[in-house]
């Protein structure tokens, strides 16, 4: 029964205050919500990023064309990355704004590839080729959407079923 009142009626109810409980005071429901979001997104960025290592395994040729799957879910990955990443910095998001910012950013950074900054970047540093990619390809715009799209239908489903309160608070 005690479940089922809100906190500070089930506070009353066991006479417990927050200075008197053995392990310490309560921390701000907030808080805990914000460092449990930011865990898990930094999870599944670790997943994400694992099986993009995995699909790709250097089997990318770009002269012959083949390797077009590894590719292809390689940019879906690092649009699914991209989409954590924003959550992670701000967990308090709306989906559709988490989605449109990491859709943003992903074809920004296809864009970008155009001026053939990236490319001379990426000759001289890993994280940046990881980062901003090297090439343009028309057909990574049509990919990232498809990395975006069910992290967004997720999250929109999480926020449902956990009721008022959205993924990050």
């Avoid at 995995?54 to 089997?59: E, N």
């Avoid at 950013?105 to 990236?118: D, K, R």
């Avoid at 999250?155 to 079923?161: A, D, E």
């Amino acid at each position: 029964k005690l479940s089922r009142l809100p906190v500070p009626c089930a506070r009353a109810a066991t006479g417990l205050q927050d200075r008197e409980r053995p392990w310490g005071p309560r921390l701000p429901r907030v808080v805990f919500t914000h460092l449990r979001v930011r865990l898990l997104m930094l999870a599944a960025a670790a997943a994400f990023l694992g099986v993009a290592l995995l699909f790709r395994g250097g089997s990318v040729d770009p002269a012959t064309g083949s390797g077009r799957v590894e590719q292809y879910s390689g940019s879906a990955l690092y649009a699914s990355l991209i989409y954590v990443g924003v959550l992670f910095l701000w967990p308090r998001l709306s989906p559709w704004m988490a989605g449109g910012l990491a859709l943003a950013w992903c074809w920004g950074a296809e864009c970008f590839q155009l001026t053939g900054i990236p490319a001379d970047l990426s000759e001289h540093s890993l994280l940046s080729r990881l980062v901003l990619g090297n090439k343009f390809d028309p057909v990574d715009m049509v990919w990232y959407p498809v990395g975006i799209v069910p992290l967004v239908v997720l999250h929109l489903l999480v926020k449902k079923f956990r009721g008022r309160c959205r993924i990050g608070g």
